[in-house]
């Protein structure tokens, strides 16, 4: 009698760090498991062994900025019954998306002797401007734990419980008073999806908003508060929106609201 196959897992690499897929060799002991009930299909990051599609579950990291990347990410979907975007990069086109406020074109010329060569797309753009993304794994980088979540979950067959509240809720849990009320700091922690486990303010810092914008974020309330309340000067929150996920639309749109501020 032919043996069932194990479920095939395949990570794939865009324009990223590799933070996301480290996160993953992060798991240790935990990846023993998982490996011991997938077969890792395709994940140059660990090993060299490649194996055609297709794929049960394909983790994609990284951000899609040229035209091969585009092709690229097609055929990949089209090998893979589920496809997960992991990281800020893929899920909001990661600091890279940094040049999608500006002219690519200059700065090709600045940094490259011979920029005709350079074959770009005018932006960095996240995974699910391409392709049907079937979860969304935010981060930067992600947490194992919830990684690992999101992998048992396709691989029994339901639906990843990954926290939409924001960063406060964290706070709130394991007792942090609020940096913004107890202190006056900015911080990014009300429009911030959870997952860090509030890990800056635990440390008298504010949010940085690593794990992206949480479901409905009020962006215009907090920057308006930064402005008003704390004395935040406008440049500083246009600044504080454009870092890990300047391309996610609520960060962008309530940045572009700043975009005069230069100095």
Same mark, same amino acid.
């Given at each position: 009698?032919?043996?069932?196959?194990?479920?095939?897992?395949? =990570?794939?690499?865009?324009?990223?760090?590799?933070?996301?897929?480290?996160?993953?060799?992060?798991?240790?002991?935990?990846?023993?498991?998982?490996?011991?009930?997938?077969?890792?299909?395709?994940?140059?990051?660990?090993?060299?062994?490649?194996?055609?599609?297709? #794929?049960?579950?394909?983790?994609?990291?990284?951000? *899609?900025?040229?035209?091969?990347?585009?092709?690229?990410?097609?055929? *990949?979907?089209?090998?893979?019954?589920?496809?997960?975007?992991?990281?800020?990069?893929?899920?909001?086109?990661?600091?890279?998306?940094?040049?999608?406020?500006?002219?690519?074109?200059?700065?090709?010329?600045?940094?490259?002797?011979?920029?005709?060569?350079?074959?770009?797309?005018?932006?960095?753009?996240?995974?699910?401007?391409?392709?049907?993304?079937?979860?969304?794994?935010?981060?930067?980088?992600?947490?194992?734990?919830?990684?690992?979540?999101? =992998?048992?979950? #396709?691989?029994?067959? +339901?639906?990843?419980?990954?926290?939409?509240?924001?960063?406060?809720?964290?706070?709130?849990?394991?007792?942090?008073?609020?940096?913004?009320?107890?202190?006056?700091?900015?911080?990014?922690?009300?429009?911030?999806?959870?997952?860090?486990?509030?890990?800056?303010?635990?440390?008298?810092?504010?949010?940085?908003?690593?794990?992206?914008?949480?479901?409905?974020?009020?962006?215009?309330?907090?920057?308006?508060?930064? +402005?008003?309340?704390?004395?935040?000067?406008? *440049?500083?929150?246009?600044?504080?929106? +454009?870092? #890990?996920?300047?391309?996610?639309?609520?960060? +962008?749109?309530?940045?572009?609201?700043?975009?005069?501020?230069?100095?």
């Amino acid at each position: 009698m032919a043996t069932k196959r194990k479920p095939r897992l395949a =990570v794939w690499k865009f324009a990223s760090c590799d933070g996301c897929q480290l996160s993953l060799l992060d798991c240790e002991h935990e990846l023993l498991a998982v490996t011991g009930q997938v077969e890792i299909a395709y994940f140059l990051e660990a090993s060299r062994a490649v194996m055609e599609g297709p #794929y049960d579950v394909s983790l994609v990291e990284g951000s *899609i900025t040229t035209p091969g990347d585009a092709e690229r990410i097609r055929e *990949i979907r089209e090998a893979s019954k589920f496809l997960v975007a992991i990281g800020a990069c893929a899920t909001a086109g990661g600091i890279q998306a940094l040049r999608n406020f500006a002219d690519v074109k200059e700065f090709a010329a600045a940094v490259y002797a011979r920029p005709e060569v350079i074959d770009t797309l005018k932006r960095s753009s996240p995974i699910a401007e391409h392709v049907f993304v079937d979860f969304e794994l935010r981060g930067c980088p992600i947490s194992k734990h919830q990684l690992l979540e999101v =992998v048992g979950a #396709y691989l029994t067959g +339901r639906k990843p419980n990954i926290p939409t509240h924001s960063v406060c809720m964290e706070c709130k849990m394991r007792g942090t008073p609020c940096v913004m009320v107890a202190a006056g700091i900015a911080c990014l922690g009300p429009v911030t999806q959870a997952g860090c486990g509030a890990l800056c303010p635990a440390y008298g810092r504010g949010c940085y908003a690593c794990f992206g914008p949480m479901e409905t974020p009020n962006t215009t309330a907090l920057a308006a508060w930064w +402005r008003d309340e704390l004395g935040v000067e406008p *440049i500083d929150i246009k600044r504080a929106l +454009r870092t #890990y996920n300047a391309g996610s639309e609520s960060f +962008r749109k309530e940045s572009e609201a700043y975009e005069y501020a230069d100095h």
